[in-house]
């Protein structure tokens, strides 16, 4: 495998970020282009290109256009390559962040998926907005303290319409009709790189989303990236799965399902929470296993 | 060999959008621009345009496939107005930030709210600093015309701006006019394939890979706003040199400005779009029935703004009546701003009279401008200003003051 992501990206200590897409960059090859939305990695990968002593992590063309444009702004890479008669053999990578993917680029990614573009989409999940600083975006998860959800005498953190985790792109995608829909996590970058190699084979919009932990958001040491990412899907939190021409499949059936807790109790923003949070969460999670016919 | 065909403004743009062989359009409908990407959709489907037509979800998400398309190559155009160009505008500065060559009609249409759909320049006037360039067009020959120009303009190596072509709302996209239609092989000679040089374009390109739109720190970024400004002031010498080339196989030439029938006027109005015909008119009508030296001094170019050609048709007449149909709240009017700024240092210039006419598509009619001129001939007579500001066709008693 020859590496495209090389030294020089200027992402945070213990970035579960950067290090996905260096997984899936890697895996992809020299024959790709990226566009990259505003965000951490747009900050960390184009970023740091102008500054003195930042240098440019990646030997593959890559364009940044604004925050919300991802699916568009490939979309018309791909409408452009295929006017010119030179589309072939190139793979084209939209990334966003949560925020660019399920907040302020939902419109733009919906338009391009509709439309059945060839691309293959990469959210890197860090359920909030770390480049900002940690404020709560539409993938904060259900009780999570941010700094625009904090902890305090009226209100505890985020509070949705609790009847989810947090919003579900991978199914709102998959209603969509696209080909191929696929959760990874950082902690399981062999399920991350076989998911990202099946979708390069597949014509159409392809939709990847990674569960990226953030140490500075969430609240955990550098060091624990890996752990935190794995506790949540041995938990449940977050479930390996792939949807293919609508059909599921679970890649990664956790033999036995840990607690919650386990995976809450690694992180800061979740410190405040009561038994009875806890317990909501808990059930939430058990609600979306009975969905997926998990045991 | 060209033909001579009935056709609206937004026909016209369309034609002028096949003859460019452009090889992506995307764009969102909205009134009145629909029918000029309704055209392009049936070039595209009848084989007539080998193009790729992405009917984006929104505004926004044109503007960002333009940008994706142009960004790897392609030549591109869009068509919009109103509030769907307000939509595109953090992109507009992305496109012009990004030097990408991209051609945008522009049915000129009022802002909401109150609601409407009618003609005036407000839309356009919102990106004015944007980086773009703007032409703005008086009939429909001119916006087929002006579309094929635009793109030979903004694909300079000079210039590489993304430009608008200006035509009013309805007054001109839905009139037909008789239009000669040139022969695409004389266009191919005029405006070639587009063929972007990685030395000096944004090119996205496996072959060639470049980062852009990267972070710029302040000690950078100054720079690239002087690059762009100095593109616009090149842009002046480009626009001429591609409208004398135009000139040479078509036979039409615009100019940055027309000053029609100035040379000795004392009285000259200044206003862009179609309100110029009607103001030729009236010019006409004065000159034979009552002998009024008067003029019209036609502004094509609005981005860059012709400052030598303003002054050097309009410096001797004694007073320049400026028609706007945009208004900067809380100062008067953009054109007459912009006029201003270009006469501030000038040792010889006329007084100048401030308009605002035509807003939300009130007709501006031959009347209205006898109007003006009559308000100037006044004011060439006493030397007052009677006025900071005027408002023609405004209706008092819907005011309820």
């Known amino acids: ?295 | 060999m060209s033909n001579r065909k009935l056709i609206s403004g937004n026909k016209a743009v369309a034609e002028g959008v096949r003859l460019s062989e452009v090889n992506v359009v995307s764009a969102y409908p909205i009134t009145p621009q629909t029918s000029i990407v309704e055209y392009i959709s049936e070039y595209v489907a009848n084989g007539i345009l080998h193009a790729q037509f992405v009917q984006a979800e929104s505004e926004f998400g044109a503007m960002s496939v333009c940008i994706g398309a142009s960004s790897v190559g392609a030549r591109v155009f869009t068509a919009t107005c109103s509030q769907g160009l307000a939509l595109m505008h953090e992109l507009n500065y992305v496109a012009a930030g990004l030097r990408l060559p991209i051609v945008m009609a522009v049915t000129n249409r009022q802002l909401s709210q109150p609601f409407g759909m009618w003609c005036d320049h407000s839309d356009a006037m919102g990106e004015r600093d944007s980086g773009w360039l703007q032409i703005y067009v008086e009939s429909c020959q001119e916006a087929l015309d002006t579309v094929i120009q635009a793109f030979k303009i903004a694909e300079n190596k000079e210039v590489l701006l993304p430009i608008m072509v200006c035509l009013d709302g309805f007054v001109l996209s839905h009139t037909s006019e008789v239009v000669d239609v040139p022969e695409l092989q004389t266009v191919k000679e005029f405006l070639p394939p587009y063929k972007p040089d990685p030395s000096y374009h944004t090119l996205i390109d496996v072959n060639a890979p470049m980062a852009a739109g990267g972070g710029c720190p302040p000690a950078y970024t100054m720079e690239f706003d002087y690059k762009k400004f100095e593109a616009q002031e090149k842009a002046k010498e480009v626009i001429k040199k591609v409208d004398e080339e135009f000139a040479s196989l078509f036979g039409r030439r615009y100019g940055l400005v027309e000053a029609y029938r100035c040379e000795d006027a004392e009285i000259i109005l200044a206003a862009m779009g179609t309100m110029v015909s009607t103001a030729k008119e009236v010019v006409d009508r004065l000159r034979e029935d009552k002998g009024w030296p008067v003029g019209v001094l036609k502004i094509r170019s609005y981005r860059p703004f012709p400052k030598n050609e303003v002054l050097k048709a309009a410096s001797k007449a004694k007073v320049l009546a400026v028609v706007n149909r945009a208004i900067s709240y809380g100062i008067g009017t953009p054109l007459f701003s912009d006029i201003a700024a270009s006469m501030c240092n000038a040792s010889q210039k006329p007084i100048l009279l401030n308009f605002v006419a035509g807003m939300g598509g009130r007709d501006v009619t031959p009347k209205n401008i006898m109007t003006i001129f009559e308000k100037a001939k006044k004011t060439t007579e006493t030397g007052v200003v009677e006025s900071e500001i005027e408002w023609i066709g405004l209706n008092r008693a819907l005011l309820g003051d």
């Open chain 1, 1 to 295: 495998m020859e590496s495209v992501m090389v030294s020089g990206h200027r992402a945070c200590p213990g970035c579960g970020s950067i290090l996905a897409l260096r997984h899936a960059l890697n895996t992809l090859g020299k024959n790709t282009i990226v566009h990259i939305a505003t965000g951490c990695m747009q900050v960390s990968i184009v970023g740091g290109g102008g500054f003195p002593g930042g240098e440019f992590p990646l030997v593959i063309p890559t364009l940044h256009t604004a925050f919300e444009t991802s699916g568009a702004v490939i979309a018309g890479m791909d409408a452009g390559l295929k006017a010119l008669g030179k589309r072939e053999g190139i793979t084209l990578v939209a990334i966003a962040g949560d925020g660019g993917t399920a907040d302020i680029g939902l419109q733009t990614l919906s338009g391009a998926v509709e439309r059945g573009h060839d691309f293959i989409y990469i959210c890197y999940d860090n359920e909030a907005y770390m480049n900002t600083g940690n404020q709560r975006s539409g993938t904060t998860m259900l009780f999570a303290a941010t700094t625009t959800t904090p902890v305090g005498k009226v209100k505890r953190g985020e509070i949705h319409l609790s009847v989810k985790l947090k919003k579900d792109m991978p199914t709102i995608m998959a209603a969509h009709g696209v080909p191929y829909v696929a959760t990874a996590s950082v902690a399981y970058p062999t399920d991350l790189v076989k998911k990202i190699k099946k979708a390069a084979e597949i014509y159409g919009p392809r939709y990847i989303h990674i569960h990226t932990p953030c140490p500075y958001g969430w609240g955990f040491p550098e060091s624990k990236t890996i752990e935190v990412a794995r506790f949540a899907v041995q938990t449940g939190c977050w479930v390996l799965y792939e949807i293919e021409n609508g059909k599921l499949n679970v890649t990664l059936k956790v033999a036995e399902r840990k607690p919650v807790k386990e995976y809450l109790a690694l992180q800061r923003r979740f410190r405040h929470l009561t038994d009875a949070e806890i317990s909501q969460i808990q059930k939430l999670v058990d609600k979306k296993w009975k969905e997926l016919g998990l045991p």
